[in-house]
Structure formats: structure tokens, C-alpha cells
């Protein structure tokens, strides 16, 4: 009886903005069958009794709701302890399906939720996940097919215990982690339509076996049934204008099924930052009676990356010498929910600056990684195993969580010519546990397995404290996190920027088989004053200035990023070496939160654009 009347009220609620999403994406490669749902969008933050919240899954009208649009920080500009710690926020959304034969079944892909998402559709539970920056996708069981269809999206940004990356506030008072906290559904949200058969992952592996050789391309698709019972699927496709043979292959109900087919490229137009030339490569999957069910398209280049015999990264057969800066996805008006616009600006000055690479603590939004597949930048791709005890790698379950998260952004980029390396974590500890340890072999098998074209890496903090760790020799590449005479180190051993030089030496007779890159070195700048004062714009060109005259002496670092790009938010009380801060801003950026370029960007740019990418 409560049911029905419950369900009358629903139905008969006026629909908010109920729009019928249109076909369409922000980053233009994968499947078929995406639709937006962008549009009017409701926000709310938590209430505090459970009966109201009980009712926001349900509740008809908008008292308490306000209008926004996703993707959204609900906490971008709020700078409190709260807002830093985490807390629980609503997002509500009317849509009308769009129309599709009968036979459609229906997915909601979240590209990125920080951090705990709990998901309602007409008022059932469909779902729930944990984890930032990488998609999750969830059955739209109770989708309606006519009228209105509304969704709900609890939002919960408090950490736990064993959450990756932590983030807490110490027992000191002090904050734990690396960039603001910004709670929300941080990248759009799409309803995808899928028929009988759905791919549920594409690579397109380049084989290359030298420089002048001609190439193979290898594609794997795994196509997934979500029909109860089994039936025949086939593939067909193009790569470069060159048709693909797949055999075809019977799919059982709710299961998955390998398809393969190679293609050989006599002279291959290879992908670098001097030619980013792209292929494009398109399937089409087929029931057994010939009906297309669904298309997937990549933009994808040939390239190869190895590590030479004197430890240096090879692309297509040449050393490299790559310089750039990493950045956050953050913005002073919208957090880390940013525009397509703002992803744009972002590339356009890695560009400007003349820039061969970028990297971030978290897997890229898609779109920046087409945005660098397209300009030829290369990508430090890490997921955010950021500054994490030495305890918790110990915890098999932990370790296990990262390895996930490894494996969804390998499935998720692996098409992106410009992702270079896999990278497994950010300074942690600098002479690994068993358990880290335990990690670091895992992690680099697992892109052995999965991804045998890409490096896999690490970055650590450039400490001379630090002897030889025999682990690191089963990654290709080591990333080293280079504060010399910016931060003290341990037992001041950093102060002195005069012994960079030796320690990169003794690194690479430490590691001669591994390549190093320079993964970050800065210094804070937010006004103007003495070239000795920390923390002033004089002070910063002269390091980077200096530290990129050593790089250039080393033949064997065959890269090097600046901390970064633009400023960004840490946490409350940030000072990042900086006698005069503006917490909680980290200012080592080159562009200030104004766009505004500092003295520093001139010097790097000259230098940048007279550098490399290959030596
Ligand atoms: C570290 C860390 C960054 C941080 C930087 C800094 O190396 O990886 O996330 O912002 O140092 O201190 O500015």
C-alpha cells in the first residue's frame, strides 16, 4: 500500500530539468552508445538525521537542493580543516532515456568520484565504489524506459584507514597528503547503451622491432555478453585504412571472450613528440544474424620504448632527452572538476613552454591524455600510491587495491601512444619493506603481463642518505624527486645544491641499467626578492636554472619534470619550504592561480625549446 503511494508521488513529481541526454562524450575515443549526462544537475549537503537522508534517494521536491552542474567540487574554494578532512555531499539527476530499441540494455559510467560513491536509480541501490580518478561503471537495472528516471549519487570524501592515497590529520595537528581534497563527481557521467555484447576492453599493441623495420599491429578485444544466454559475436575493424580479420568466437551468457587480429605496417609513420602521427584504428561488433551492435574507435600511434644497454630510454631506437612539468587537476573556480577549456589551457602551456612530458600523482582525465597523444607530449602515468607507510604495504589487501587500480588505468589508456610509463607510486619508503617491496615485484609483473610496450617506474625522493635498494632493479625506470638546496633532507644532506651532480652520478653507477628521470624538482615563488631568499621569484629561476645545467651534463638522465606546472592546493597549513607561504597553496608553480607567468617561465621556456626530445 506504502509503496504504491509512495511511487505515485514519485512518478507524479513535477521532473526537474528531466532531459533526454544526448549521444556525445568529452574525449572522443572508445565505444559507441555514450551519452552525456550533463544538463541540470541537483547538489545538496548531507543532512545530519537519517530519516531525511533515507528520503533523498526518493524525495520529490527540491527543498534543500540547489542547482548545479557535474562534473563538480562541492568544496572547490573552501579551504577549511572540514572541507580537507572530508565530507559527505548529494548530487540528483533527472533524465528521460533516450530512445533505442527494446532489446538496449543500460550502463551509468562515473569517469572519476571522490571518494566513497553510494549510487540510487529510482530509488534502488544500484551500486557503490571507492576510488578517484579511475571509471567505474554500474548496471542500470531500474532504469525506466519511459518517463522519468532519477539518480542519486552520495558523495562521501572522508578517508579510512586503508584508503589509497591516505589522508588524515596526525595526532601533531598536522595534515597527511599531497593535493586538496576536493570532494564530488569530478568528471562527467555517461549512460552508455549496450546491446547483446559490449567490448569491455580494446588494445591496439604496437610491435616494432627497430626503427626502419616495418610493424605489427596486434589488436586485443575482450567482448562481454550481458544477455544470460551465449551466443556468437564478430568482429570486423579497420586500423590506418587496413582491414582486420578476427575470428569469430561464441561468448557465454554474462561472461567474456578474447578476440584477436594483427595487421603489418610496411613503413610506418611513427609516433613521437617531433610527429605525433595517429591511426586511426575502428571495430565493429556483429551478432551471429549480422546485426552491428556496437562500433569502438582509438586514435593510436606506432612507437617503441625500451631501455638501452647504458640504461636510457629509447624511443622509436633513439635516446631521449625530455623535459616538461607536471601538473594537478585543479582550478581556483572548480577544484579538480575541470572544463575540457581548462584542460586545453593546461596543454596549451606545457606547449608554450615547449614541453616533450607531464605527469601527474593520479591517472589523467582521457581527454588531457588525447590533448597529448595529439601535441606529442609524453606521460609519467602514476597512480596515487602516494607517501604511504611502510605498514600498510604489509596489509595484502592494500597491495591488492593498488594493484587494481594499476591494472583499470592500464585497460583504461593503454591506446594512448603518449603514456610512456606506468608509474607505481610516489615516495614511498625510501628503502622498501618486505610488504613495499612485495608491491614493487607485483606491480612491475603485472605491466610485464598486461602491457609489454610501456615502461614501468617509480618516483622516489633524490636522498644520498639512501644506499643502493635491489629492488628497484626490476623496474625500468626510476624517478627521482630532486630537492637539492630547496628542502634539508634528512640531516640536511639535500641543503647543498653543489652535490646533485656526484649523487646523480652515483645513482646511475648504483642503477646503471635503469633509466632515471628527473620526476620532480622546484622551489616555492610568490614574490618578488633576493636570488638567496627562498620563496622568491629570483630564487626559483636561479634553481631550475641550475638544475637543468646539471641535467644537461648527464647524458644518462633522459628526463626531467619541474614541481609544477601551475600552483595548486595541498592541505591546511602548507608551506613547502616557503619562509613566507600562502598555505594552502603550493607556489612552485610556473603559472600563478591567475595564469599569471612567472619570471622563471622565460628562462625554462628558452631552455626547453633548445633541448631535445632526442640527444
Ligand atoms: C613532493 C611530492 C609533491 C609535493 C612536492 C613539494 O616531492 O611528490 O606532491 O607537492 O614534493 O614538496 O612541493
Not at 157 to 182: C, T, V
Not at 369 to 390: C, K, N, Q, T, Y
Not at 591 to 598: A, L, Y
Request: hydrophobic share 35%.
Amino acid at each position: 500500500m506504502l509503496l504504491c503511494a509512495l511511487a505515485t508521488v514519485v512518478a507524479s513529481a513535477p521532473a526537474h530539468a528531466a532531459d533526454r541526454p544526448q549521444p556525445g562524450s568529452v574525449y572522443r575515443d572508445g565505444p559507441s552508445g555514450r551519452y552525456l549526462l550533463g544538463g541540470t544537475w541537483y547538489q545538496r549537503p548531507d543532512a545530519a538525521d537519517t530519516g531525511i537522508r533515507e528520503r533523498f534517494q526518493r524525495s520529490p521536491g527540491l527543498a534543500g537542493w540547489t542547482r548545479t552542474s557535474v562534473p563538480s567540487a562541492s568544496n572547490a574554494g573552501v579551504f577549511t580543516n572540514e572541507s580537507y578532512l572530508g565530507t559527505v555531499h548529494w548530487y540528483r539527476k533527472d533524465f528521460r532515456l533516450p530512445r533505442a530499441s527494446r532489446l538496449s540494455k543500460w550502463v551509468l559510467r562515473f569517469e572519476s568520484v571522490n571518494y566513497r560513491a553510494r549510487v540510487w536509480l529510482n530509488g534502488k541501490p544500484i551500486g557503490t565504489h571507492v576510488g578517484a580518478y579511475l571509471p567505474f561503471e554500474l548496471r542500470a537495472k531500474s532504469v525506466r524506459r519511459r518517463g522519468v528516471n532519477r539518480l542519486v549519487v552520495r558523495v562521501d570524501s572522508r578517508r579510512q584507514k586503508f584508503d589509497i592515497p591516505p589522508l588524515s590529520q596526525r595526532a601533531s595537528g598536522a595534515f597527511e597528503g599531497g593535493w586538496w581534497n576536493y570532494n564530488g563527481i569530478l568528471r562527467e557521467v555517461y549512460l552508455r547503451r549496450v546491446d547483446q555484447f559490449d567490448f569491455a576492453q580494446v588494445f591496439f599493441e604496437p610491435r616494432l622491432r627497430c626503427r626502419t623495420c616495418a610493424a605489427t599491429v596486434v589488436v586485443h578485444a575482450q567482448v562481454a555478453n550481458v544477455n544470460s544466454s551465449g551466443a556468437s559475436a564478430r568482429i570486423s575493424g579497420t586500423f590506418g585504412g587496413r582491414a582486420l580479420r578476427f575470428r569469430g568466437h561464441r561468448v557465454p551468457g554474462r561472461g567474456t571472450a578474447r578476440f584477436r587480429a594483427r595487421t603489418r605496417i610496411r613503413n610506418p609513420r611513427l609516433w613521437s613528440p617531433e610527429r605525433p602521427t595517429l591511426y586511426r584504428g575502428t571495430l565493429r561488433l556483429r551478432t551471429s544474424g549480422g546485426r552491428t551492435v556496437q562500433r569502438y574507435r582509438v586514435h593510436t600511434g606506432i612507437r617503441s620504448l625500451r631501455i638501452s644497454r647504458l640504461g636510457r630510454i629509447q624511443l622509436n631506437g633513439r635516446d631521449v632527452n625530455l623535459r616538461g612539468a607536471s601538473m594537478h587537476e585543479d582550478s581556483l573556480s572548480r577544484g579538480a572538476a575541470l572544463t575540457p577549456t581548462q584542460m586545453r589551457q593546461n596543454i596549451g602551456y606545457l606547449r608554450e613552454l615547449g614541453a616533450t612530458i607531464t605527469r601527474s600523482h593520479y591517472p589523467f582525465h582521457p581527454y588531457t591524455l588525447e590533448l597529448a597523444d595529439r601535441h606529442g607530449i609524453l606521460v609519467w602515468s602514476e597512480i596515487p600510491v602516494f607517501r604511504m607507510a611502510s605498514r600498510l604495504f604489509a596489509n595484502g589487501e592494500v597491495r591488492n587495491k593498488a594493484l587494481r587500480m594499476l591494472r583499470t588505468e592500464i585497460a583504461r589508456d593503454a591506446n594512448h601512444p603518449s603514456v610512456a610509463v606506468w608509474s607505481i607510486g610516489n615516495e614511498n619508503a625510501s628503502r622498501p619493506g618486505t610488504g613495499l617491496r612485495k608491491y614493487i615485484r607485483k606491480a612491475s609483473r603485472t605491466v610485464e603481463d598486461l602491457d609489454p610496450t610501456r615502461l614501468v617506474g617509480i618516483a622516489t625522493s633524490g636522498f644520498p642518505t639512501v644506499q643502493k635498494q635491489r629492488i628497484y632493479t626490476e623496474l625500468d625506470v626510476l624517478g627521482i624527486n630532486d630537492y637539492f638546496g630547496w628542502y634539508r633532507g634528512p640531516r640536511g644532506t639535500i641543503s647543498d645544491r653543489n652535490l646533485l651532480s656526484g649523487y646523480l652520478n652515483r645513482l646511475h653507477s648504483d642503477y646503471p641499467n635503469q633509466a632515471l628521470v628527473i620526476t620532480e624538482f622546484g622551489a616555492e615563488a610568490n614574490r618578488s626578492g633576493p636570488v638567496t631568499e627562498k620563496g622568491t621569484y629570483e630564487f626559483q629561476t636561479d634553481f631550475l636554472r641550475y638544475h637543468l645545467g646539471v641535467f644537461a651534463s648527464k647524458p644518462f638522465v633522459s628526463g626531467a619534470l619541474i614541481w609544477n606546472l601551475r600552483d595548486f592546493r595541498v592541505k591546511p597549513g602548507w608551506a613547502g619550504g616557503n619562509p613566507q607561504p600562502n598555505p594552502p597553496v603550493n607556489q612552485k608553480g610556473l603559472v600563478d592561480d591567475r595564469g599569471g607567468k612567472k619570471p622563471a617561465w622565460e628562462v625554462v621556456r628558452k631552455i626547453y625549446r633548445s633541448t631535445g626530445p632526442f640527444r
